[in-house]
T-cell receptor, first 114, second 110 residues
């Protein structure tokens, strides 16, 4: 199994600012994903974080708004840029190992934009 | 129509009751996941299954590939089981992205 930590666990931010969320895995993993969960909604995939190359974004999400880094096999960051109140959500990181299809989730970052 | 449908959306039961949450999906999948989300937001993976049945403590998950249906059962429910239970499917092997159901909010009353 893999243990995932996220920083910060929560934050309250002002409109127009940016926040970078960190995701750290305690072992090397093949795949890392970033999800958003808006209030009362289920999870939506933002992007797949690729090690050593640009992230793969889902429809409706763009790199300028959600730049992602993945410098190695255990770490990734998601930045929420030029925030508005509509960005208030829980942001979750997940990771998968090998070809097992098993995925592990981080504790989430609860973001409130005023 | 969502590719993954869950029922019921909300479920309230008395402590000790047997709980069933259902998940139906409309596409071919490589695996189905049952996840638990507590009020703080963190998600715990309960089961991943591609056929048959799995059991862990008081939790049982079953899947019928032909009928594209899965159930999560909780025996002897307890207030600490109160959480949102989410069904998610993988469409391809190899840690592909998950497609999520809308979740079932379970409340167990003492």
């Amino acid at each position: 199994s893999a243990v995932i930590s996220q920083k910060p666990s929560r934050d309250i931010c002002q409109r127009g600012t940016s926040l970078t969320i960190q995701c750290q895995v305690d072992s090397q993993v093949t795949m890392m994903f970033w999800y958003r969960q808006q209030p009362g909604q289920s999870l939506t995939l933002i992007a797949t974080a690729n090690q050593g190359s640009e992230a793969t974004y889902e429809s409706g999400f763009v790199i300028d708004k959600f730049p992602i880094s993945r410098p190695n096999l255990t770490f990734s960051t998601l930045t929420v840029s030029n925030m508005s109140p509509e960005d208030s959500s829980i942001y979750l990181c997940s990771a998968g190992q090998g070809a097992s299809n098993e995925q592990f989730f981080g504790p989430g970052t609860r973001l409130t934009v005023l | 129509k969502n590719e993954v449908e869950q029922s019921p959306q909300n479920l309230t039961a008395q402590e000790g009751e047997f709980i069933t949450i259902n998940c139906s999906y409309s596409v071919g999948i490589s695996a189905l996941h049952w996840l638990q989300q507590h009020p703080g937001g963190g998600i715990v993976s309960l089961f991943m299954l591609s056929s048959g049945k799995k059991k862990h403590g008081r939790l049982i998950a079953t899947i019928n590939i032909q009928e594209k249906h899965s159930s999560l059962h909780i025996t002897a429910s307890h207030p600490r089981d109160s959480a949102v239970y989410i069904c998610a499917v993988s469409l391809n092997f190899g840690n592909e992205k998950l497609t999520f159901g809308t979740g079932t909010r379970l409340t167990i009353i003492p």
